[in-house]
């Protein structure tokens, strides 16, 4: 399943930056592993097509927020991966290995 189709199973925001945390199903040597990836986006008000949109670019005052995002969507799948068990996936079912 792609990225498209699911939804995130965890979203930090800080202020207009935000970091949606995945979880992607995969076959290592015959068992299926959740890998996590991380999406950091910002989301602003473009005024000419009165609309909300999303850049992956940043000014410098927005680093602070990238980085805060960051750390707590690093410490989100650090935990979960730690505990063994793995992050659930969006139909609930986690890493473990069976």
């Not at 800080?14 to 995969?26: F, K, P, T, Y």
Request: proline share 4%; with cysteine.
């Amino acid at each position: 399943m792609t990225q498209q189709n699911q939804r995130p199973i965890k979203v930090f925001r800080a202020g207009g930056v935000r970091a949606s945390v995945w979880a992607n199903e995969s076959q290592i040597d015959g068992r299926s592993v959740i890998q996590h990836s991380v999406r950091i986006e910002k989301r602003f008000f473009d005024r000419e097509i009165n609309d909300w949109r999303s850049t992956e670019c940043y000014f410098v005052n927005d680093l602070p927020r990238l980085r805060l995002v960051a750390d707590q969507a690093f410490a989100f799948i650090a935990l979960h991966e730690s505990d063994g068990a793995g992050a659930p996936d969006v139909a609930g079912r986690t890493g473990a290995p069976s």
